[in-house]
């Protein structure tokens, strides 16, 4: 064996070793890391690092104890193992109090609203999901789900909380008792937190009101809703993050000698997974590395990237017991760098292009995708057939300039008024005429 194919193989072991010994330390503490998988406008996390908020991207692990908060500008999306969601409007913020495991394996999640409006979108495929535990907490309530379910919780101020749902069930429990909020009902919530002697009191509707962010959450799930089984891929994995991007970014292959594959659209000879990206530190884990595309959540938290003659960087699923912090590189080419975690320095080192921030939902924008991008900033659901557009590169090795898709209005539909019943007595609220998250196709686009 000569010494450069022996150096190739100790720098590769080296990596697989830190990996593994990252991986082996999660699995002791049972800790969870769920993906931050939508950024625009401003938007800030809480790493646990001891130093307060900072700038947040695309693609960072979210671990327990982290915070999340969104600017007048900002909308942002946390995706679970799942595939649920929970997602922030403007001007909101969480606390992801707890994710761990329990004993039995099922996934156990609390979060915190602490001011704004949250959107949950929560679907338990398998019966062991649906022994998952989530948990979404506001002032003294408690919002339990037992099965699939997508409401909106909002925060007005100190003194009102509102609850919607829009599919499922939910049940809420405070000083007042438990109270059950049904399919196209909601609740308000009148909260008496400056004397907790003084119980919270709550109406039931048999409607609900508009949200000025109803459009943009029902844009995200019609997005997963079309891309999460599209694809026709024949991977077999537990998790769903991450899975919608997939079969929208790129697709899955057999490649002769290396079996089945995915890779990114846009790509070319001298692209590599890492080129673009960063790494961000994490008490208790260390630096992860995280990606800068868009798609780059499950291929870089587990199986692995292999460099396979005749079809190029490819990554091959598996390994789903635990999570990288460090994505392992098989059979990589020639005088590669290999992924190495900086030894000290900031909590964020960028590499290439860096990480990925959104700008926020503003008017329709004339976009470039360049030859070796890998989709680096194209909003997702936002370019139509990114498989044509991907084969008209590769043919004529230049870049495409497309329209990406409207944006979703700001502006709240015109509402309606109804009738709801409370504990003691009656009274009359205000309810949209139709149901805004209603069965819709994605936001269209210029042709291209």
Known sequence: ???????????????LAAAFLVVSASAESKARIVRLSEVQGTVQIDRTTGDGFDKAFLNLPVIEGSRVKTGKDGRAEVEFEDGSALRLAPDS????????????????????????TVYANLHPKSAREKSDQFLLNFSRE??????????RVELEGASKANLAVFKGKLSATGPSGQFDVAEKHSATVNLTNDDPAKKDTFAIAKNYENDPSDAWDRQQTDYHDRYASAGGSSISSPYGYGMSDLNYYG?????????????PYFIGANWSPFQDGGWAFYPGAGYMWVSGY??????????NWAFAQGCGWMWQPGYWNNWYAIPPVVNPPKRFPVPRPP?????????????TANPAMGAQRRLTINPGSASFGVPRGSVRHLDRLS????????????????PVSATPPATGFGTSSIRGGTSTGTASTASPHGSAAPSSSRPH
């Open 343 to 355: 030894l000290r320095g900031p909590l964020t080192v960028m590499v290439g292009r860096g990480l």
């Open 391 to 406: 084969k008209t590169m590769t043919q004529t090795s230049r870049p495409v300039a497309v329209w990406t898709a409207r």
């Open 294 to 303: 868009p798609w780059g959540w499950m291929p870089y938290r587990y199986g």
């Open 251 to 263: 697709s899955f292959m057999n490649c002769p000698g290396y079996g089945l594959g995915w890779q």
């Open 142 to 151: 408690s919002v339990t789900v037992a099965g699939a379910a997508h409401f």
């Open 93 to 116: 913020e969480v606390d992801f109090t707890r994710l761990a495991l329990g004993d039995d394996g099922q996934k156990l999640s609390t979060v915190q609203l602490v001011s704004g």
């Open 1 to 15: 064996m000569s010494i450069t194919k022996l150096g190739k193989m100790l720098a590769m072991w080296a990596v």
